[in-house]
């Protein structure tokens, strides 16, 4: 097997990798959270990686994001995306959505081994994972990342189990709304700092979130 995986190999073997790769994952949002998520993936020997976002890399984005670059400025976050994921594994396939998912996107989700949302907006959120639940895929989601400071105090717990975090008080009400039952996110104790009218944030809080969330996906995907 190549060299790029011996280190992984050492710790969840060759078996494990393999699997991996055979696996398709996709990212909903490109931001702070989903940036990591996805490099983190395909790093770990993820197959493929289907990457969905219809922004484009801002200057805002550079405090933060890791496809944002003075480079990518202007440049869609899929692109972006895609050229440095490659860079990172070259024999990675990478499908590129450039578009703000919503309930009339004609997306195939049983085609996923495994379905990630780190966009921001809830009415997408809430899409996203009943259009998972619908195909029997697992999903895992990622709260709020904004306005906080401390990157230990995220969790991996159920929705009905977080407390603290505003998005996830929302999302366990809409999830009720829609029947459903569970749903596994990354979620932050942390009380929110005061801030503007635009959520501010910092390198080292949306980046860990990513990180466990690519955590949780591979020890679903091959070690559980």
Do not use: W
């Not at 990354?186 to 005061?194: H, Q």
Request: a neutral charge; proline letters at 4%.
């Amino acid at each position: 097997m190549d060299e790029r995986y011996e280190r992984t190999i050492g710790l969840i073997g060759e078996d494990a990798v393999k699997k991996l790769m055979g696996k398709r994952v996709a990212v909903f949002g490109l931001g702070g959270v989903g940036g990591h998520v996805a490099e983190a993936l395909a790093r770990s020997g993820v197959g493929a990686l289907d990457v969905i976002d219809g922004d484009t890399v801002a200057p805002s984005n550079l405090n933060r994001q890791l496809f944002a670059t003075v480079n990518t400025v202007g440049m869609l976050k899929t692109r972006a995306a895609r050229e440095r994921l490659n860079a990172v594994a070259p024999d990675l396939t990478v499908t590129e959505y450039p578009i703000f998912f919503g309930a009339t996107t004609p997306l195939d989700f049983k085609a996923f081994d495994y379905v990630i949302d780190a966009v921001d907006t809830v009415s997408a959120k809430i899409e996203i994972i009943k259009r998972a639940r619908a195909a029997n895929v697992p999903v895992i989601s990622s709260m709020g990342a904004g306005n906080k400071l401390d990157p230990t105090a995220f969790k991996v717990a159920d929705i009905y189990q977080t407390r603290v975090c505003p998005l996830a008080r929302i999302m366990r009400k809409l999830c009720r709304e829609n029947g459903i039952e569970s749903l596994k996110v990354v979620y932050s104790e942390e009380e929110p700092k005061t801030a503007s009218r635009t959520p501010s944030s910092i390198a080292f809080v949306p980046s860990v979130a990513g990180l466990i969330i690519a955590g949780e996906v591979v020890k679903d995907l091959v070690i559980s």
